[in-house]
């Protein structure tokens, strides 16, 4: 049975007069279980391959094989399809005039792994219809718990219209979560991106086609072992109060304000999807009247639920002072976060600028990174960033743009711009 437990790091004490309260709260999860059998309701998985003519030869072999290896790893009795995406969507497992799931078994295994060796390279790319298809599919078994799927794409959306696109995200969000991969070089982040962040999912860079059977194995493993079908953060704040946002900060930065779901006049509730064994943590900023020194207040009461059952919970606190020492000092966590949240943002507005022509804006937006990743100790930002700017020092941001940069680097620095360093608590 999973069990949770939160943690709460801040700097409770306020000035005078003050009314911003930051905290970090740390949500972490044992004994999740599996997917579809830890008696929530069934699971489902769909995998999404491209099979526009682009993918060619080897991309389409290579993602033949990906696919196969993550069905590999779909545990018996989970109800699984096969999306075949061009210009249009086709079920490509279970044949069927409807779209309807299989459970998973030895047969179906096999029959599904033949359906995805006969996958053809032909045709545009309409990722809309792709997401369409997949939400009638999920919706062919009612009352599931856990619907996930993973999306291949190896270009860009160029046949339907952008509306199109948007009405068709739109219509998958809170159906399904959704992990989405690009293969090479000729897909947009940005795009892809949305798609994944409006489907609480992943985005990441498959630089070469014969990396992709692991990462899809990896990505069907860990979401087979996420045995929390849903959970939602619940952020209490009292009467008066002004909740600026909520965020989940590690393992990557997304922004959960604008989910909020009501719960109650002073609760709101923010999806944070299925979940396995793991710890995740959350930056919320509430602003509070103002009071004088001496006085305290419960700030916010932040809480994960599954279901109706609140099975955490942390409390955030708020204290006036009027020692400075105490008030003027910036809780390590939030510190750190604060920054990686502010790395994100900088790495894409400067790849961005760089994509439009911008050098000057470029140049200080990708220093800026540079200087919060050697700040926050995230060596892995300061590595990509290294084969995109030269660095002339660290501490200061100052940063020259290099020639010839390879599109591949600056896809992987994009992809990766919303994954953190755990902050050393």
Request: overall charge negative.
């Amino acid at each position: 049975m999973a069990t949770f437990s939160a943690e709460v790091y801040q700097n409770e004490f306020l000035p005078d007069g003050g009314t911003d309260v930051h905290a970090i709260v740390t949500i972490t999860c044992s004994g999740a279980g599996e997917a579809g059998r830890s008696g929530a309701g069934d699971a489902a998985e769909v995998v999404i391959v491209d099979t526009s003519g682009s993918m060619g030869r080897e991309k389409i072999r290579a993602a033949q094989l990906a696919a196969a290896a993550a069905l590999d790893q779909v545990l018996d009795g989970v109800w699984f399809a096969v999306i075949a995406g061009s210009h249009q969507a086709r079920l490509a497992f279970p044949e069927a005039a409807q779209p309807r799931l299989v459970r998973m078994d030895s047969y179906t295994r096999s029959q599904a792994q033949a359906a995805v060796a006969g996958l053809r390279a032909d045709g545009g790319t309409a990722m809309g219809t792709w997401l369409t298809l997949a939400t009638r599919v999920f919706a062919s078994v009612p009352g599931l718990a856990q619907k996930h799927a993973i999306l291949l794409t190896d270009g860009i959306n160029q046949h339907e219209s952008p509306e199109d696109l948007s009405a068709a995200i739109e219509s998958a969000r809170g159906q399904f979560q959704c992990d989405c991969r690009g293969v090479g070089s000729d897909w947009q982040v940005a795009e892809v991106r949305r798609i994944a962040t409006t489907l609480l999912g992943t985005v990441d860079l498959i630089a070469r086609p014969e990396e992709m059977s692991a990462d899809f194995e990896r990505i069907m493993r860990q979401s087979m072992g996420r045995g929390v079908a849903e959970a939602a953060l619940r952020v209490w704040a009292p009467q008066g109060a002004q909740v600026l946002f909520v965020r989940q900060v590690s393992p990557t930065v997304e922004d959960l304000t604008t989910r909020r779901q009501e719960v109650n006049p002073l609760t709101g509730a923010y999806p944070t999807g299925s979940w396995g064994d793991e710890s995740r943590d959350y930056h919320v900023a509430v602003r509070l009247s103002a009071k004088g020194v001496g006085q305290e207040q419960l700030a916010s009461r932040v809480q994960l639920a599954v279901g109706d059952e609140v099975v955490a919970q942390g409390l955030v606190k708020a204290l006036w002072s009027n020692d400075d020492t105490l008030t003027t000092r910036i809780d390590p966590a939030v510190a750190h976060y604060t920054g990686q949240a502010e790395l994100a943002e900088a790495i894409q507005d400067g790849l961005a600028a760089k994509a439009s022509g911008d050098a000057d804006v470029a140049t200080a937006k990708l220093g800026r990174a540079v200087q919060l990743a050697a700040a926050t100790g995230n060596d892995e930002a300061t590595a990509r960033l290294r084969k995109i700017v030269e660095i002339d020092d660290a501490g200061t941001g100052t940063v020259r743009l290099r020639r010839g940069v390879n599109k591949l680097d600056e896809m992987a620095l994009d992809t990766a711009s919303t994954k953190t360093t755990r902050v050393k608590k």
